[in-house]
């Protein structure tokens, strides 16, 4: 089981840290991925990290902005959303997969989302 949590309103160029905790003992054996969807659109890739976290991954809409990081310790995984702009807004849902991946059917575990809202 996945639980989101950390979204909210922000101003844009405001930040904001996701966190996604993991349930279960093998979530750290698995690549871990950030998606988002907004109104209306479909849910998108942004973020994804491999079990170790030595390998990481973007969408171009998001490279040089936000950052995801795991520890494994913990069983969680983050995502740091910095600068942040009004089409950030969406509902953010963190995913695990046996590998790093952006394609959003080969991750078996979802979150509930959190929702990040970005004003101008």
């Known amino acids: 089981q996945l639980v989101e949590s950390g979204g909210g309103s922000v101003q844009a160029g405001g930040s904001l840290r996701l966190s996604c905790a993991a349930s279960g003992d093998t979530f750290s054996s698995y690549g871990a991925g950030w998606f988002r969807q907004a109104p209306g659109k479909k849910r998108e890739f942004i973020a994804g990290?491999?079990?170790?976290?030595?390998?990481?991954y973007y969408a171009d809409s998001v490279k040089g902005r936000f950052t995801i990081s795991r520890d494994n310790a913990k069983n969680a995984v983050y995502l740091q959303l910095n600068s942040l702009k009004p089409e950030d807004t969406a509902v953010y849902y963190c995913?695990?997969?046996?590998?790093?991946?952006?394609?959003?059917?080969?991750?078996?575990?979802w979150g509930q989302g959190t929702q990040v809202t970005v004003s101008s």
């Open positions: 995913a695990a997969a046996p590998l790093l991946t952006q394609y959003a059917d080969r991750y078996g575990s």
């Open positions: 990290i491999s079990w170790t976290g030595g390998t990481t």
